[in-house]
């Protein structure tokens, strides 16, 4: 669960320089000039994969927070009641 956890953090440590770079050579390798529309369509089509990403990302850390803390809470419950 730990891994699970921290495999998404790897994300947070790329440097907005290098996801400009990944995201250009990405779009070169689909033989996309830089400046023409289509370039810029797909540098944008990268950002928006990106952002929908990292809203999937959260929305899953959150729900993991919510789990532990209602079994959290079911522990303390069962460890008062013995």
């Not at 956890?5 to 400009?20: D, M, N, R, V, W």
Request: hydrophobic share 45%; aromatic share 4%.
């Amino acid at each position: 669960m730990i891994v699970a956890a921290a495999l998404p953090l790897g994300a947070c440590f790329t440097s907005a320089e290098q996801i400009a770079a990944n995201d250009d050579a990405a779009c070169r390798s689909a033989a996309l000039k830089p400046g023409t529309p289509a370039y810029v369509q797909c540098l944008d089509d990268k950002r928006r994969m990106r952002l929908s990403q990292e809203a999937a990302t959260q929305q899953q850390m959150w729900a993991m927070e919510q789990s532990n803390r209602q079994m959290m809470q079911m522990n303390t419950q069962m460890m008062m009641r013995h």
